[in-house]
């Protein structure tokens, strides 16, 4: 079983930045894949952001594009989710998730964090 655990959530204003960190417990075949997704309250959980294993491929939601940046560091088995221009509509719980595939939707991914609270004041 793998497990994931973010940090680094937090209280900031507006047009501020966080840095968002997931540590995964090991590597698999069914894990090698990171993304980030959200979910803010009475909404439905959101893809914010993925990466592959290798890190060359990274995608985005639209709503983020430009201000969040997703890194991994294989070595250390973590992934980053650097987020700038923090916007009150930023507002969620942010889960990291592990899946085999590079995907956007959540069901995609096998493996899931606990959460992490992120809320941008205006």
């Known amino acids: 079983q793998v497990q994931l655990v973010e940090s680094g959530g937090g209280l900031v204003q507006a047009g501020g930045s966080l840095t968002l960190s997931c540590a995964k417990s090991?590597?698999?075949?069914?894990?090698?894949?990171m993304g980030w997704f959200r979910q803010a309250p009475g909404k439905e959980r959101e893809f914010v952001a993925t990466?592959?294993?290798?890190?060359?491929?990274?995608f985005y939601a639209d709503a983020v594009k430009g201000r969040f940046t997703i890194s991994r560091d294989n070595a250390k088995n973590t992934v980053n989710l650097q987020m700038n221009n923090l916007k009150p509509e930023d507002t969620a719980v942010y889960y990291c998730?592990?899946?085999?595939?590079?995907?956007?939707?959540?069901?995609?991914?096998?493996?899931w964090g606990q959460g992490t609270q992120v809320t941008v004041s205006s």
């Open positions: 990466i592959n294993w290798t890190g060359t491929n990274t």
């Open positions: 998730a592990a899946g085999s595939y590079v995907a956007t939707t959540a069901p995609e991914y096998n493996f």
């Open positions: 090991k590597h698999t075949f069914s894990s090698n894949v």
